[in-house]
Antibody, heavy 123, light 107 residues
Framework: QVQLVESGGGVVQPGRSRRLSCAVSGFTLSSYAMHWVRQAPGKGLEWVAVISYDGNDKYYADSVKGRFTISRDNYKNTLYLEMNSLRTEDTAVYYC????????????????WGQGTKVTVSS | DIQMTQSPSSLSASVGDRVTITCRASQGISNYLAWFQQKPGKVPKLLIYAASTLQSGVPFRFSGSGSGTDFTLTISSLQPEDVATYYCQKYNSVPITFGQGTRLEIK
């Protein structure tokens, strides 16, 4: 069964850091690019970052560039999002999502999504 | 950056109606467009990719069309379980961008 399970969310103070994890099962992580997408309360979907199958290519939304880092450990079947200098506007549910297709390219639609982990940035 | 504009932002229709949602890109994106359905409190679900390819398991009443800058998601016969917010997404280049969403309700 193909599954993505995010963890690491919670309440964090502005300016602090948090690392999110996305554990995958049911498929070979090393064959797929992966996204992080977030959704602020009552708002639409916002793409955050994408990483190629081998980790060599990483791209970020302007809103998080320089503060967030996407990474992966294909041996541990886990995707990460390191979030630094958090702001109140980073409050959202964070989803990891698989890019469909075995090319490993970052440029594809997301066919499998995790259930999300909620991050609240508040003092 | 390429902007994605969806219309309408909300829509109310009757069961059995044909429903159309449009998405316009500010620049050409070929067919690098996906449509997602997000039911209240649920995870987004991929409906259509490559503008017109139906994702496995998605009912055939959903269809997508378009290329370049103008795209359409059509539900041929609206069902009660189709109540959701629908998003388009362009993925040909970064930044990857979603439309603002279309909330679909049953009249």
């Amino acid at each position: 069964q193909v599954q993505l399970v995010e963890s690491g969310g919670g309440v964090v103070q502005p300016g602090r850091s948090r690392r999110l994890s996305c554990a995958v099962s049911g498929f070979t992580l090393s064959s797929y690019a992966m996204h992080w997408v977030r959704q602020a309360p009552g708002k639409g979907l916002e793409w955050v970052a994408v990483i190629s199958y081998d980790g060599n290519d990483k791209y970020y939304a302007d809103s998080v560039k320089g503060r967030f880092t996407i990474s992966r450990d294909n041996y541990k079947n886990t995707l990460y999002l390191e979030m630094n200098s958090l702001r109140t506007e980073d409050t959202a549910v964070y989803y990891c999502a698989r890019v469909r297709g075995l090319s490993g390219s970052p440029f594809g639609a997301s066919d499998i999504w995790g259930q999300g982990t909620k991050v609240t940035v508040s003092s | 950056d390429i902007q994605m504009t969806q219309s309408p932002s909300s829509l109310s229709a009757s069961v059995g109606d044909r429903v159309t949602i449009t998405c316009r890109a500010s620049q050409g994106i070929s067919n690098y467009l996906a449509w997602f359905q997000q039911k209240p409190g649920k995870v987004p679900k991929l409906l259509i990719y490559a503008a017109s390819t139906l994702q496995s398991g998605v009912p055939f009443r959903f269809s997508g069309s378009g290329s370049g800058t103008d795209f359409t998601l059509t539900i041929s016969s609206l069902q009660p379980e189709d109540v959701a917010t629908y998003y388009c997404q362009k993925y040909n280049s970064v930044p990857i961008t979603f439309g603002q969403g279309t909330r679909l309700e049953i009249k």
